[in-house]
């Protein structure tokens, strides 16, 4: 459906006339509560659904001053939220709100207390995590991967729970989603605690080192680039015992052959990298490979 005839200036009218009357220093919330309840927040939820993205934009807004403004309501919508998503998930698999709503709930996790109630920790985990999984995840991960990572910020210890939920739904067939995943992984190893690392290193890195041996040039190239990332670095470089074991038989077999010589390039430069960091554990490795490869 073309937008333009789904959407009227009446109803513009309406809803700037709506967020103007929300904005006003005049607004009593003890007074409009009367009116601006769970029901009203169910409807306005409902509305998300709409094809319209000016619209979805407009119920953004008042949805998020509705939230600041009802501390009464703020436990409800964040519950019909987390229903949208797990319907979204299980049963419909098509909403057209779901970035919208990702984004609100963004800041909202940003201005969570601590230490976290357990319904946000399950949130995180029953929902979010497994938001991964839907075919649409294009239309929404940058809210999506904004969310996990807001998490992170503000408990580490949730850090292993969230890797291993990735790894779990880690995509195996669209290289699109793969390079998405791959980008967030980035994201969230950017504020891992080192003490989180060492709980994931080895599944997260066995991950990686597949995503390097991947066909597609976009995922080996996307998986490569954590090498770029300084912070990532030294992670490697402190638990390099654990981290090059994992990945190099992967790194030595593909630079030998990978079709793309761009791919190739860069793994001798990591390979260099780790012979840098570690040259006598790089020889052994090395030395035990070739011996595998002859028996």
Aim: aromatic letters at 14%; hydrophobic letters at 45%; one cysteine or more.
């Amino acid at each position: 459906m073309n937008p333009s005839f789904s959407w009227s200036r009446l109803a513009q009218l309406v809803y700037e006339f709506f967020l103007r009357f929300l904005e006003s220093p005049d607004f009593q919330p003890s007074v409009a509560k009367r009116y601006v309840d769970q029901k009203f927040v169910l409807m306005l939820l409902e509305l998300f659904d709409s094809e319209d993205p000016r619209e979805r934009e407009y119920l953004k807004t008042i949805l998020h001053r509705v939230y600041g403004k009802f501390l009464g309501l703020r436990a409800y919508i964040r519950k019909q939220c987390s229903h949208i998503f797990l319907r979204f998930i299980y049963e419909l698999e098509h909403f057209n709100g779901v970035a919208e709503l990702l984004e609100i709930l963004g800041s909202i996790i940003n201005g969570f207390a601590l230490p976290l109630k357990t319904e946000h920790k399950q949130f995180l985990v029953r929902v979010l995590i497994p938001l991964h999984s839907v075919k649409s995840l294009s239309v929404f991960h940058a809210q999506l991967a904004y969310c996990v990572v807001q998490f992170l910020e503000k408990d580490a210890t949730l850090t292993e729970h969230v890797i291993r939920g990735l790894l779990k739904y880690w995509p195996k067939t669209c290289t699109q989603k793969e390079v998405m995943f791959l980008g967030e992984m980035e994201e969230i190893l950017d504020v891992i605690e080192p003490t989180q690392f060492v709980k994931i290193q080895e599944p997260l890195f066995k991950q990686v080192a597949r995503c390097v041996s991947s066909p597609h040039f976009q995922v080996a190239e996307r998986a490569l680039y954590f090498w770029n990332n300084e912070y990532i670095l030294s992670l490697i470089e402190d638990n390099c015992h654990t981290v090059l074991p994992a990945v190099f038989g992967t790194l030595y077999q593909v630079s030998k052959e990978h079709w793309n010589q761009t791919i190739v390039s860069l793994i001798y430069n990591v390979l260099k990298t780790f012979m840098e960091m570690n040259g006598k554990l790089f020889d052994e490795l090395t030395a035990s490979y070739k011996l595998e490869k002859q028996q």
